[in-house]
């Protein structure tokens, strides 16, 4: 998956140059020391995402600092407990792809929410797709959940693993960047494509 993290370095230093997203732009560099509401939302994004085990008090402290580490890590960033805009961005990034595995897979084993995971990433490092997550998933007709509106659906803390597992490398799919579920589908032309596994009820494909 190291294609997806200089993707998504590329796409920070892009942005920094032409934009930054709204949810990334109103945060600057935060680290120990730090308090306000800035901090605070950051402490319950890690704290949803698994990381942040204390409570949200808005103060940056030693155990913000460690769970932002953890962050780092398992997001394969440098791991200096420092929250730039690179952190916040995947945050970000995350937050996106949990909910798309929340809305697709929630009734999957978890080996299926990663398989879901892991076709988003796939798709970034292919040139036949987009090479950002925001972009990958608001293809047309790309995730039904997407277009169904469950993708606004919190997600839960399953799908947000899956995803830290999907982006430390694990891939059930091998390499799929197609998944259906064959008795629903009714478009032909996913039949076409050759297919590599079975999980659950998702049929994963090349």
Request: glycine letters at 8%; proline letters at 4%.
């Amino acid at each position: 998956m190291k294609d997806f993290i200089r993707k998504v370095i590329t796409l920070f230093v892009l942005a920094a140059v032409l934009f930054v997203p709204s949810n990334v732009q109103a945060h600057g560099l935060l680290k120990v020391g730090n308090q306000g509401y800035e901090v605070s939302e950051l402490q319950q994004n890690l704290k949803e995402m698994g990381f942040f085990y204390g409570p949200v008090t808005g103060f940056y402290g030693p155990i913000t600092e460690r769970a932002v580490m953890d962050f780092q890590y398992k997001s394969n960033l440098s791991s200096d407990g420092v929250a730039g805009p690179a952190t916040f961005l995947m945050l970000n990034e995350v937050e996106k792809m949990a909910r798309v595995v929340h809305g697709e897979a929630r009734g999957e084993s978890y080996i299926g929410k990663v398989a879901v995971a892991a076709v988003i990433l796939n798709r970034i490092d292919d040139a036949s797709f987009p090479d950002n997550v925001g972009d990958v998933i608001h293809q047309t007709n790309a995730f039904t959940a997407v277009h169904d509106g469950q993708y606004h659906l919190k997600p839960n803390s399953y799908a947000y693993r899956a995803v830290f597992d999907a982006m430390q490398g694990w891939d059930p799919t091998y390499g799929s960047v197609y998944y259906y579920n064959p008795d629903l589908a009714t478009n032909t032309w996913i039949f076409t494509r050759q297919s590599v596994t079975k999980i659950g009820n998702h049929l994963f494909a090349r």
